[in-house]
T-cell receptor, first 113, second 116 residues
Framework: AQSVTQPDIHITVSEGASLELRCNYS??????LFWYVQSPGQGLQLLLK??????LVQGIKGFEAEFKRSQSSFNLRKPSVHWSDAAEYFC???????????FGKGTTLSVSS | KAGVTQTPRYLIKTRGQQVTLSCSPI?????VSWYQQTPGQGLQFLFE???????NKGNFPGRFSGRQFSNSRSEMNVSTLELGDSALYLC???????????????FGPGTRLTVL
């Protein structure tokens, strides 16, 4: 069965420091992978997605993620974190048929000054 | 272009009651999906509707149902509410059903349901 694991429940990063949020997935075929961000009281906003091709994916707000098939990972990175990046981040995998997304439990990012 | 709207934003009900939540997709979008978000279970897929037909369903009891109208607006209904149904219910719309690099899902702000 498909599943997504985000090992870190909560991460605190200093403003200006780099960020890496981990995501591991379990899926038999080539997955469709996504990262979403959710701010308090808001819905989910898509940061980036991987369907095929280049394994390094660029997204909005300066985020990028790298698909590593051998490690079943799709980690999210940002070179320099801003205070406004504090939010909850969700990794998700989608089946190749249908629209249903399987989400990880999320990682809460706090940014310290 | 207006985003996905959900009404009401907040709702308080008591056990045993039923509730109906509404989702208006982005204009031109024909697919609507519903998700339940709770602290314990996280985000879980409920169902998807496309052109008034349920295309996909998650692993939820029959108390959870939905429908889609000809204008693509969707409603979900939960009957005989239980305390565990307290959650944020999110809907997402996309132009067409299915996942693809060109068919992004856009999420609404959610309806916060509290069951007392």
């Amino acid at each position: 069965a498909q599943s997504v694991t985000q090992p870190d429940i909560h991460i605190t990063v200093s403003e200006g420091a780099s960020l890496e949020l981990r995501c591991n997935y379990s899926y038999g075929a080539t997955p469709y992978l996504f990262w979403y961000v959710q701010s308090p009281g808001q819905g989910l906003q898509l940061l980036l997605k991987y369907f095929s091709g280049d394994t390094l994916v660029q997204g909005i707000k300066g985020f990028e993620a790298e698909f590593k098939r051998s490690q079943s990972s799709f980690n999210l990175r940002k070179p320099s974190v801003h205070w406004s990046d504090a939010a909850e981040y969700f990794c998700a995998v989608g089946a190749q048929a249908g629209t249903a997304l399987i989400f990880g439990k999320g990682t809460t990012l706090s940014v310290s000054s | 272009k207006a985003g996905v709207t959900q009404t009401p934003r907040y709702l308080i009900k008591t056990r045993g009651q039923q509730v109906t939540l509404s989702c208006s997709p982005i204009s031109g979008h024909r697919s609507v999906s519903w998700y339940q978000q709770t602290p314990g279970q996280g985000l879980q897929f409920l169902f998807e509707y496309f052109s008034e037909t349920q295309r996909n369903k998650g692993n939820f009891p029959g108390r959870f149902s939905g429908r889609q109208f000809s204008n693509s607006r969707s409603e979900m209904n939960v009957s005989t509410l239980e305390l565990g149904d307290s959650a944020l219910y999110l809907c997402a719309s996309s132009v067409r059903g299915g996942l693809s690099s060109y068919n992004e899902q856009f999420f609404g702000p959610g309806t916060r349901l509290t069951v007392l």
